[in-house]
């Protein structure tokens, strides 16, 4: 057994341990690499790890994020207008802000502190426990392209 010290580089591993997972190459390998790259669709994960897996297809990668999802390893966004993303960030009722020019995706941390962030006026007799809030803007990159394009 390795001592405790030792543990980061082992974490993916124990993490789809402790979600119920058995551990393979190519669910070590999404993991990691969402870890390094959140919010990446299953497009994106493939385009990162095929190389290093031969083997795999983007309908091989997008099963073993929907399996991320259900046992609560991952999370899952829908941007509108752009493919499921997914990130490791979970549970902590993180909100997203949305580039609707490039599409660039970043967290916002939850807007009050605890969940949900927002009641509704009228929840119609529901316990309300989460809110998922999209903010739409312009990034910084797009901000400038758009003032250099206007003139
Ligand atoms: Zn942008
Ligand atoms: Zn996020």
Wanted: hydrophobic share 40%; with cysteine.
């Amino acid at each position: 057994m390795q001592a405790a010290a030792g543990m980061e580089p082992d974490l993916p591993a124990r993490a789809i341990r402790a979600a119920g997972l058995k551990v393979t190459a190519p669910r070590l390998a999404v993991l990691e690499m969402l870890r390094g790259a959140p919010h990446s669709s299953a497009e994106d994960i493939f385009a990162g790890i095929r190389s290093a897996l031969p083997g795999t297809s983007t309908q091989a990668v997008y099963g073993i994020l929907s399996a991320f999802a259900a046992a609560g390893l991952v999370r899952r966004f829908d941007p509108p207008g752009s493919p499921t993303r997914f990130e490791c960030r979970v549970g902590d009722n993180h909100h997203h802000i949305v580039c609707v020019r490039c599409r660039a995706v970043r967290d916002v941390d939850c807007v009050v502190g605890q969940a949900p962030c927002l009641q509704p006026s009228d929840d119609s007799g529901f316990v309300v426990f989460a809110a998922e809030v999209t903010f739409n803007g312009l990034c910084k990159t797009c901000q400038e392209q758009a003032a250099h394009t206007e003139v």
